[in-house]
């Protein structure tokens, strides 16, 4: 049922893309028309790069806030196990403690 709309919607795109894509080539070769893709495409470009190191400077942050997070889960981890040996420790010394009084 849609496929016959997605046909003509593909072939209504190209007729209208092909005398687009032909002033494009034209135009190309202009001098001026040229200068201003040129111009535009170094900004863009300029755009890019400096996205790309602002997204890259945010991810270095975000890994070094995931590494300090787990370097503190290391550590509590470290005084749990610390804790429990001092309590089973306790718990040995009550027990001893506790025959030698019986």
């Known amino acids: 049922m849609i496929l016959p709309f997605v046909k003509l919607g593909t072939l209504a795109l190209r007729t209208l893309a ?3 894509a ?3 080539k034209q135009a190309g070769v202009h001098p001026r028309f040229r200068e201003l893709i040129v111009n535009l495409a170094q900004v863009a470009g300029g755009a890019i790069v400096f996205e790309v190191q602002r997204s890259s400077r945010s991810e270095a942050k975000k890994e070094e806030l995931r590494r300090q997070e787990l370097e503190a889960l290391r550590r509590k981890g470290e005084d749990m196990a610390k804790e429990v ?3 089973k420790q306790k718990l040995i010394q009550q027990a001893y403690l506790g025959r030698e009084f019986k």
């Open 85 to 87: 040996d001092l309590l």
């Open 22 to 24: 032909s002033k494009l």
């Open 18 to 20: 092909k005398p687009i």
